[in-house]
């Protein structure tokens, strides 16, 4: 027979375990750097699971935006915002900021 203690414990410890799965599935990228020669998407590489979305978000002294190209999908273009995009397919996905031109991807395994 289990104690109350012990269930508590095991609780505890599943719940520690699903933090990481959790937090892995809503992966984030921001828009970074103040000027031309910094602008970025950081992370520039996401890995992600089928069927998980991915959020950007960005407050710059300039417009940014983020365009698939291949997929026909893009955010608004605005010097701050955001936009999520879920990943139905497994494969790598390049995206890029069509008026600074910096680059990122989401490989989905």
Known sequence: MTSPRGLAVLAAAVAALAL??????????TI???SINNYAFSPSKVKVSKGAKVRWTWDSNAPHNVTFAKLGEHSPTGASGSYSLKFKDRGTFKYHCTIHGFRGKVVVG
């Open 20 to 29: 990481p799965a959790a937090a892995a599935a809503k992966p984030k990228v």
């Open 32 to 34: 970074t750097g103040d």
